[in-house]
């Protein structure tokens, strides 16, 4: 337990430092909504995310985590954000964003949420999103 605790304590540090970002900030409708569970919620939204940061380039900080993604999954840096969904999927199966009770009429609603109540989150994206990429997103996971 001792251990548990230092690793929690260092964990909020490393939030608190380096701040959240966009899964947090997409996350936060939906576990409001349907009482996902916070955790749960970013892992849904997680994957998807780091697909959209890609689809404007690898580049910089983004780009590191691809070529270490490719080398430790044995792909190629462009399949490497796919690979490790897969992976994780294995691990921990994926649910649908409908399994939780999200609708096709939730997607601009919640994007639009997101825009307008989590900038503080946003702010520490890797680059920004528009609220369509957003609403991009959580229509891929639906």
């Known amino acids: 337990m001792k251990d548990f605790l230092i690793a929690s304590n260092f964990a909020g540090l490393a939030f608190g430092t380096a701040g959240c970002a966009a899964v947090h900030a997409l996350s936060y409708p939906l576990g409001g909504t349907y009482h996902v569970p ?33 080398a430790l999954l044995a792909c190629r840096r462009e399949e490497a954000f796919a690979r490790l969904a897969e ?3 294995a691990i921990l199966p ?4 409908r399994e939780y009770g999200m609708t096709e ?7 639009r949420t997101v825009i ?6 946003l ?3 890797f680059r920004p999103l528009s609220e369509e990429e957003i ?3 959580y229509a891929s996971l639906l």
Do not use: C, M, P, W
């Not at 009429?105 to 919640?110: E, G, I």
């Not at 307008?116 to 989150?121: A, D, E, K, N, T």
């Open 38 to 70: 916070h955790g749960e919620s970013n892992y849904a939204l997680f994957t998807a995310v780091l697909e959209v940061y890609g689809e404007a380039g690898l580049e910089g900080r983004l780009a590191e985590l691809a070529d270490t993604l490719a």
């Open 87 to 89: 992976l994780l999927a």
């Open 123 to 125: 702010a520490n994206n």
């Open 105 to 111: 009429q939730d997607v601009s609603l919640f994007a």
């Open 94 to 97: 994926l649910k649908r964003l």
């Open 135 to 137: 609403a991009k997103i």
């Open 116 to 121: 307008v109540s989590q900038q503080r989150l």
